[in-house]
């Protein structure tokens, strides 16, 4: 079993910086893709950013340049930093493992 729990959300004003944690527990972390999903208010679902056991990263166009994600196999724990943000990225923000473990959410809001 997997799981995952979320941290970091907030508050932010536009261009400000965040940095979301996700500490996940369970025996197939190591093989799994682990990403960084977001969802804003009547929108869908979409892939923020997203990092393989071997360190490749995949972005969002909306985020490159700006979001930069992390992971940690020796502590099972997978990071989003979170600079220049503006209103549109705000959205609960889901940590999840291979698209089928999920955590419950962060919220993350940008405004002045």
């Known amino acids: 079993q997997v799981q995952l729990v979320e941290s970091g959300g907030g508050l932010v004003q536009p261009g400000g910086s965040l940095r979301l944690s996700c500490a996940a527990s369970g025996s197939l972390l190591s093989i799994l893709v682990m990403g960084w999903y977001r969802q804003a208010p009547g929108a869908q679902r979409e892939l923020v950013a997203a990092v393989t056991p071997g360190g490749t990263t995949n972005y969002a166009d909306s985020v490159k340049g700006r979001f930069t994600i992390s992971r940690d196999n020796a502590k099972n724990a997978v990071n989003l930093q979170m600079n220049s943000l503006k209103p549109e990225d705000t959205a609960v923000y889901y940590c999840?493992?291979?698209?089928?473990?999920w955590g419950e959410g962060t919220l993350v809001t940008v405004s002045s």
């Open positions: 999840s493992a291979g698209r089928s473990y």
